[in-house]
């Protein structure tokens, strides 16, 4: 079946300074790929879709210059997170989504910004 | 505009006996339909979806869910719960066709499952 690599599943880093989280289709090409966020005993929350070679379109409320999204090629999307602040220590998860298989999700990935 | 209603934030059954999860949703197109569980600290895993083919859909672990449009309505059932069920569950909808089709969550419901 189809399956996405999220990486890295846990990170710590200071406030202040950058997170990068990768999103990988190992055996399907992603026309789209959407990141969420979750917070502890609640649902997912729509941050951003993306598109392959083109500009991420953004849920309202959500910074996009604080949460760069790169999806350069079908099988690899990048989420970036600047200048953390604890406030942004989070799980948060990438899916794929093809227009067969549907959506797959990452495993996650646990910030935690100290 | 598609939302997601899932009815009972928490849900306890006891071992082997029936898992019955509601979700009904709004849609103003024809909906595709879908559950998914999520473990501790995990990514979210597919049970199954309806796309517009057979209103009784199957999945993996025993769970299966019916599709009545007539009750805006797509329960997810177990026959007889196992331990391991104890997870997250989030229903979602997203349109069936257009190009983005994000998916809509429910605000998911914990079952736990007593010995």
């Known amino acids: 079946g189809a399956v996405v690599s999220q990486h890295p599943s846990r990170v710590i880093c200071k406030s202040g300074t950058s997170v990068k989280i990768e999103c990988r289709s190992l055996?399907?090409?992603?026309?789209?790929m959407f990141w969420y966020r979750q917070f502890p005993k609640q649902s997912l929350m729509l941050m951003a879709t993306?598109?392959?070679?083109?500009?991420?379109?953004?849920e309202q409320g959500v910074e996009k210059d604080k949460f760069l999204i790169n999806h350069a090629s079908l099988t690899l999307s990048t989420l970036t997170v600047t200048s953390a602040h604890p406030e942004d220590s989070s799980f948060y998860i990438c899916?794929?989504?093809?227009?067969?298989?549907?959506?797959?999700f990452g495993s996650g990935t646990r910030l935690t910004v100290v | 505009a598609q939302s997601v209603t899932q009815l009972g934030s928490h849900v306890s059954v006891s071992e082997g006996a029936l898992v019955l999860l509601r979700c009904n949703y709004s849609?103003?197109?024809?909906?595709?339909l879908f559950w998914y569980v999520q473990y501790p600290n995990q990514g979210l895993q597919l049970l199954l979806k309806?796309?517009?083919?057979a209103t009784l859909v199957k999945g993996i672990n025993g769970f299966e869910a019916e599709f009545k449009k007539s009750e805006t309505s797509f329960h997810l059932t177990k026959p007889s719960a196992h331990m391991s069920d104890a997870a997250e569950y989030f229903c979602?909808?997203?349109?069936?066709?257009?190009?983005?089709?994000?998916?809509?969550w429910g605000l998911g419901t914990s079952l736990a499952v007593n010995p």
């Open positions: 309806y796309t517009s083919a």
């Open positions: 993306s598109n392959e070679g083109s500009k991420a379109t953004y």
């Open positions: 899916s794929a989504r093809d227009w067969v298989l549907g959506y797959t």
């Open positions: 055996d399907f090409q992603a026309t789209t």
């Open positions: 979602a909808v997203s349109e069936s066709a257009g190009n983005n089709r994000k998916l809509i």
């Open positions: 849609s103003s197109v024809p909906p595709y």
